[in-house]
């Protein structure tokens, strides 16, 4: 099993990435229709070299997994995405994140526990009816760890 929110599973390899140090988070930029810079396509790789593949774009923004992570800068950044905040953008006029639901996958992946590695379980746990639709329990560190245990084949 994974340590949660030290350990995560690379977008780009699919390999482990052992600790935060070794991560980076990278995305894409664009102009949408109004003109405004916007960021999709998050993901989280190995920055170089821990990994036997170029996981990290050096084209692309990235900035280090670390600061994403709580008790550092964690939640403050990652929910710069979704609202700069009132000092920044006066009068909310958009995310900087384009896609509102991958932003929140992001978070969940970065926040709560055990959540990078049940995910892809969640399905499978649905349809067995381990979990219900229910969005509180589906996102709770303990139901999430004992989803992992049940249906996790990837990492034992
Ligand atoms: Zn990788």
New binding site residues.
Partial sequence: MLLPLKEFI??????I?ESPQYGYLQWDEFDDENNYRRARNFQI??NYP????D??DYNKPSKQLIDFLNPDSGIGALLSFIDYGPLIQNNFLFSRAYYTREIIELIRRLSIPYFEEARDYLTLALNDDYISTNQYGIYNPNTLKSIIEIYGTNFK
């Fill in positions: 690379c977008d780009k390899c699919q390999g990435i790789v190995h821990h990994s036997e593949e996981c990290l």
